[in-house]
């Protein structure tokens, strides 16, 4: 275990303040969240605190219920009497060379209230959807608190998403408006999103209006009529737009996710208790204090960019910088050069950008002065030790809090985590539950709770948490079906899971990427820590393919550091290392050089795909446009290593 005492000053927790605090939050929850529900501003006070019922068939999750607030003024109001002039976002734009900006809170106050007043114009009316589809641009920011600020529920797509994605999205949550940008730029290339926007209404109402952000300034079609400049607009309506008082229960927002069958699910988030929950998980896992400068380099169309770019840092009062670029743009040193311009203390990222830059080597870190830097964050797989050894030597310099947080679009905010200070963390663990959080792992095919501190199986989570998920849009059967009826009575997350004796979660990837060669269950997530420890390889990707003998048989797609060459030597150099790592039944039976592999744009492996190519069933891959570069896919099939 190691321990990084902050070298900023005491964190706002220590190892004694977290147990009495946990002890609290899971033994009386109602007086906990009753006490921490007044971090936020209320319009009419709550009575209530928590009203949830996990039982099948039965489901149903409120907090705050009669509670009044609105998001837009506790991310912007009411901190404007005492930070008005404090930068609230800062923007760093894609190419280097063009000028950040600072956007103070008073500024942020007049470009919401101004685009509330343009949605307003357009005739969104309390609990209609907006969609956004914009790139990592303050506006982005601007429209989802406007959203907020009128009660109108945003639905943010990804701006990489293909425009079939983003229509059968408008269609789904029945948008009356989208919000998109001229075109996009990201790593020196351009997205061009008002066409893309142009293709997915082809299939959609013709009422659905268009609202864009002349971004670059690049031509577009422009429908008379339908498509609206919302920037000229701004300047023409009113600075100020009355916020709407909001129940604590009204949605927030959707968002959608895949789950691993069916269509991707309108994940349901309301005002009161996600906002809650946003802004307390953001001050305490990554010990934000005020005047900090804090970085999520995540995109808006994530999870990840809701709570922790915009409601929770905002929400709080913070600094928050908003990245349009990518991490290897213009060269491997990119984030370490805003880190330094912008004296980042928190930084928070995922572990696939962590692989590509470390594969580049260490001078592109060495380069810059990274000592603002206090804690590191890491999200969205687990993160492989080499990976955090990496992260924790060059970039904290042995002297930064990393904080491994698992949770998911659906728990809104972080479930297992560390917190600076409190929780001295181990190289892959993911450590212990936030505040409120009761994990339990349970046997996948009995469904027993097992009660022993070290043990494995599923994780499910025992008892509801404010920023908890309260349905799946126009579907709530669906959300019972899907995270209910399995383990009757939990919250079932999908991972499996390990606690050690220390009693530290360690997540071990999607139940169902798990392998079962000869009987022996295995985490693919092993196998691939267990190939990328390996100095030749800089990422790796490992799925199960039917095996005559074994039942099933692992097969990795290597991707090699940028200096090795393939050979049949280095093949069985793998397999020897895998045997000794791990144990001979871990030996990939399968090994394919892969150039690259198929990952979404919020840097997710595709195992589907992977499994597809292993199972030599190429011919029903399904869809691949939501990957960031499908070209990969033809690559794998074309050297399929299993020719069998
Ligand atoms: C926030 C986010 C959720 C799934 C989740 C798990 C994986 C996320 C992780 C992690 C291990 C971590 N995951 N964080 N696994 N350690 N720190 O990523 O949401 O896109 O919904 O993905 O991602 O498998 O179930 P989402």
Not at 251 to 261: C, E
Request: glycine fraction near 10%.
């Amino acid at each position: 275990m190691r321990e990084v005492p902050s070298h900023f000053g005491p964190a706002h927790a220590d190892a004694a303040k977290y147990r009495e605090m946990y002890n609290e939050s899971v033994e009386n929850p109602e007086a906990f969240w009753g006490r921490e529900g007044k971090r936020l501003d209320w319009i009419t006070p709550y009575t209530k605190v928590k009203d949830t019922d996990f039982t099948f068939g039965n489901v149903s999750i409120k907090w705050f219920h009669d509670g009044v607030l609105n998001a837009s003024v506790n991310c912007i109001d009411r901190h404007l009497a005492t930070r008005g002039d404090q930068t609230a976002i800062i923007f760093e734009p894609d190419e280097p060379s063009d000028p950040a900006q600072y956007i103070t809170y008073r500024e942020l106050s007049e470009k919401v209230n101004r685009m509330a007043n343009v949605l307003l114009s357009q005739g969104v009316m309390r609990g209609d959807r907006v969609v956004i589809y914009l790139p990592m641009i303050p506006e982005a920011a601007y429209a989802m608190l406007a959203c907020a600020r009128i009660g109108a529920i945003h639905s943010i797509v990804f701006a990489g998403f293909s425009p079939d994605a983003l229509a059968n999205r408008i269609n789904d949550c029945g948008a009356k408006l989208v919000i998109t940008a001229d075109t996009a730029p990201r790593g020196g290339r351009r997205t061009p999103l008002k066409s893309n926007t142009d293709a997915a209404l082809l299939h959609c109402s013709d009422k659905v209006r268009c609202l864009v952000v002349k971004h670059t300034g690049d031509q577009t079609t422009w429908i008379q009529g339908r498509d609206v400049d919302v920037k000229a607009m701004m300047e023409d309506v009113s600075p100020e737009c009355p916020p709407r008082p909001m129940n604590a229960e009204d949605p927030l927002f959707i968002l959608y996710t895949s789950g691993s069958t069916g269509k991707p699910k309108g994940v349901v988030h309301c005002t009161g208790g996600y906002l809650v929950y946003a802004a307390m998980t953001h001050e305490y896992v990554f010990d934000y204090h005020q005047g900090d400068v804090y970085w999520c380099s995540a995109d808006v169309g994530w999870v990840t960019g809701h709570s922790y770019i915009v409601y929770g840092p905002l929400a709080n009062g913070g600094t928050s910088l908003m990245f349009e670029g990518t991490p290897t743009y213009p060269d491997a040193g990119r984030f370490w050069e805003v880190c330094e311009k912008h004296k980042v203390n928190q930084f928070y990222t995922a572990p696939t950008a962590i692989r590509a830059l470390m594969g580049q080597g260490p001078e592109y870190v060495e380069k810059y002065d990274l000592s603002a830097l206090k804690t590191l964050g890491s999200v969205g797989e687990p993160i492989n030790p080499e990976a955090w050894a990496w992260y924790d030597k060059y970039v904290g310099k042995g002297k930064c809090p990393i904080v491994d947080t698992w949770w998911q679009t659906e728990t809104g905010g972080h479930m297992i985590t560390p917190l600076p200070g409190a929780i001295p963390t181990k190289p892959g663990s993911a450590t212990r539950p936030f505040f409120g959080v009761k994990p339990v792992i349970l046997d996948p095919t009995t469904a027993v709770k097992q009660d022993e501190t070290a043990t494995e199986g599923v994780l499910c989570i025992a008892d509801s948490w404010p920023g908890q998920m309260r349905t799946v849009w126009g579907d709530h059967e669906r959300f019972q079906e899907t995270y209910f009826s399995q383990y009757k009575g939990y919250y079932f997350t999908g991972d499996g899971c390990r606690r050690d004796s220390d009693g530290y979660y360690w997540i071990t990837g999607r139940v169902d990427d798990v392998i079962n060669v000869s009987g022996h269950r295995m985490g693919t997530a092993e196998v691939e820590s267990a190939l990328v420890a390996h100095q030749a390889v800089a990422e790796a990707a490992v799925v199960g393919f039917p095996h005559e003998l074994k039942g099933q048989g692992i097969y990795a797609y290597v991707t090699l550091m940028n200096d090795v060459e393939p050979s049949d030597d280095l093949r069985k150099d793998l397999e020897k290392w895998v045997r000794t790592e791990i144990g001979p039944i871990a030996k990939p039976d399968v090994i394919q050089w892969a150039p690259g592999l198929p990952k979404t744009r919020s840097g997710k492996i595709m195992r589907r795909i992977l499994r597809k190519i292993a199972e030599n069933d190429t011919g029903a891959l399904g869809d691949i446009s939501t990957l960031a570069d499908p070209s990969v896919v033809d690559d794998l099939i074309a050297n399929r290593a299993n020719k069998g």
